[in-house]
């Protein structure tokens, strides 16, 4: 995938040279495309000590309603505004529309970095 790094091409249309090849820590990963199910997570080395959690799977949020935060069980995603179907296939992302026991919620966190899902009700 060359979506990471310097553009291949100059302002004016023209070809740019590499200057050197990529380095490890610019080489991108699949998408973790969290889905509604039982909760699967994969943990992942990420730059320096650091560890990344990816939610492969999940069917529990973390909704907060004004000052109170709950667990929820994820029903299914209503919208997911990523891509058009995302919702179809039950991929949740920040951003996403998931219908919650709680009811309607919006997610605030990246479930395929932090290997959680956060959402806040919708009113």
Known sequence: MKDQG????KRTGGRLKHASNKKRHQLGREPAETT???TRLQYI????????VRALSTNVAQVADG???SEAE????????????YARRNIVTKGA???????RA???SRPGQTGQV??????
């Open 74 to 85: 994820i029903e299914n995603v209503v919208d997911n505004p990523a891509n058009v179907n």
């Open 118 to 123: 956060n959402a806040v009700l919708l009113d």
């Open 106 to 108: 919006r997610v605030t």
């Open 67 to 69: 000052g109170e935060v």
């Open 36 to 38: 509604v199910g039982e």
């Open 6 to 9: 310097r553009s291949t091409r």
């Open 45 to 52: 080395d990420a730059r320096g000590t650091d560890k990344k």
């Open 97 to 103: 529309v998931i219908e919650t026991s709680a009811g």
